[in-house]
């Protein structure tokens, strides 16, 4: 649109201007015009490097988060082409929201209280839950107390690993890679015992036609996190959302999707904790 209105004379660009005063720039986010759904574009969050939640592969997107967020925004009035994802990552998530770059974001985003002081959030669709990643015949690890002495891999930044050595045992030696499936790497070739994060973030990289039959999901979480989609501050989409999330459940498409995105790994969603009911709108 803008280079097109570049090609026009300034007369002629202050008329289109008026005309087409009901579009709004990559600066203006994009929910006020699709209040009712349906009528435009509609930019969501996602992760670009998580397999089994939020992957790009060329120009296509797959993963949980991925079918989560186009199941909710077909129940919002949108078809699959019009949806615009965008990479989210997870430190630059607030500000997208905020400064108006994407409507939605489902990026294993989890709910807390700080984040809500800038955002607001839908949700949750998913608790998740600290885990570990051992090879498939490793039957010694069932926990994080029994890595004490054990090597245990997670990526540069994660708090995850230094809690298990913080808070469950002091012995375990760290290191630190730039992604997950790095670490993955690591494990398989003997270099380490263990892997760190959330239990189906581990899952999505135990799916991989490459880790599968490898590695396994230990299915012992010792934490809670609740993933949330992610809303500007003054969004009204909480309470469509949060009805659309409800239907996916009751009509088993939430099983569905989680069972095609992470299944081949075995792994096994938290059943006292999934599938999670919607918080109410605040």
């Given at each position: 649109?803008?280079?097109r209105?570049?090609?026009l004379?300034?007369?002629?660009?202050?008329?289109?201007?008026?005309?087409l005063?009901?579009?709004?720039?990559?600066?203006?986010?994009?929910?006020?015009?699709?209040?009712?759904?349906?009528?435009?574009?509609?930019?969501?969050?996602?992760?670009?490097d998580?397999?089994?939640?939020?992957?790009?592969?060329?120009?296509?997107?797959?993963?949980?988060?991925?079918?989560?967020?186009?199941?909710?925004a077909?129940?919002?009035?949108?078809?699959?082409?019009?949806?615009?994802?965008?990479?989210?990552?997870?430190?630059?998530?607030?500000?997208?929201?905020?400064?108006?770059?994407?409507?939605?974001?489902?990026?294993?985003?989890?709910i807390?209280?700080?984040?809500?002081?800038?955002?607001?959030?839908?949700?949750?669709?998913?608790?998740?839950?600290?885990?570990?990643?051992?090879?498939?015949?490793?039957?010694?690890?069932?926990?994080?107390?029994?890595?004490?002495?054990?090597?245990?891999?997670?990526?540069?930044?994660?708090?995850?690993?230094?809690r298990?050595?913080?808070?469950?045992?002091?012995?375990?030696?760290?290191?630190?890679?730039?992604?997950?499936?790095?670490?993955?790497?690591?494990?398989?070739?003997?270099?380490?015992?263990?892997?760190?994060?959330?239990?189906?973030?581990?899952?999505?990289?135990a799916?991989?036609?490459?880790?599968?039959?490898?590695?396994?999901?230990?299915?012992?979480?010792?934490?809670?996190?609740?993933?949330?989609?992610?809303?500007?501050?003054?969004?009204?989409?909480?309470?469509?959302?949060?009805?659309?999330?409800?239907?996916?459940?009751?009509?088993?498409?939430?099983?569905?999707?989680?069972?095609?995105?992470?299944?081949?790994?075995?792994?096994?969603a938290?059943?006292?904790?999934?599938p999670?009911?919607?918080?109410?709108?605040?």
């Amino acid at each position: 649109m803008t280079m097109r209105r570049g090609l026009l004379a300034p007369a002629l660009l202050a008329a289109g201007a008026l005309a087409l005063g009901g579009c709004s720039s990559d600066d203006d986010s994009s929910s006020d015009d699709n209040s009712s759904g349906g009528s435009g574009k509609i930019r969501i969050g996602i992760k670009f490097d998580q397999p089994g939640l939020g992957f790009q592969d060329g120009s296509s997107y797959t993963g949980f988060d991925v079918d989560v967020a186009t199941y909710v925004a077909g129940k919002l009035g949108y078809d699959e082409g019009d949806i615009e994802f965008v990479q989210s990552p997870s430190a630059q998530r607030e500000s997208m929201l905020s400064g108006g770059q994407v409507d939605m974001i489902f990026a294993t985003y989890s709910i807390t209280d700080d984040r809500k002081k800038v955002v607001s959030f839908a949700g949750p669709y998913f608790v998740a839950g600290q885990d570990l990643l051992v090879a498939a015949d490793d039957t010694s690890i069932t926990g994080p107390e029994d890595l004490e002495g054990k090597n245990l891999c997670s990526v540069t930044g994660s708090t995850s690993a230094q809690r298990i050595k913080d808070d469950y045992a002091q012995g375990t030696q760290l290191l630190e890679q730039p992604g997950y499936s790095e670490c993955v790497t690591a494990l398989v070739a003997g270099q380490v015992d263990a892997v760190t994060t959330d239990d189906i973030i581990l899952a999505g990289l135990a799916s991989l036609p490459a880790n599968k039959g490898k590695v396994k999901v230990v299915g012992n979480p010792f934490s809670e996190e609740n993933y949330g989609v992610g809303l500007p501050k003054d969004s009204d989409k909480c309470e469509d959302i949060n009805t659309a999330i409800k239907a996916m459940i009751d009509d088993g498409t939430w099983q569905e999707l989680l069972d095609k995105n992470v299944g081949a790994s075995g792994y096994k969603a938290n059943e006292e904790l999934n599938p999670p009911t919607p918080a109410a709108c605040s």
